[in-house]
């Protein structure tokens, strides 16, 4: 990346909704870089360790991806 060149900055918004007796419903929007236009991605979890682990995910792509 050039000095010039602002830093790539992604995203990642949890979304939790109570489905009351049934538990909850956790929804892991993500983009890789939010200069782009895109909707990005999208996954419906329902339980804490699967959003956690698409939270990691997201993160070791984006350190991965981006040149230090």
Do not use: K
């Amino acid at each position: 990346m050039a000095r010039s060149d602002p830093p790539r900055v992604a995203m990642c918004v949890l979304r939790v909704e109570s489905r009351g007796e049934g538990g909850i419903l956790i929804t892991v929007t993500t983009s890789a870089d939010i200069s782009v236009p895109s909707p990005g991605r999208t996954r419906a979890v329902a339980g804490t360790g699967e959003a956690i682990a698409a939270v990691a995910d997201f993160l070791r792509e984006y350190c991965e991806n981006t040149p230090r």
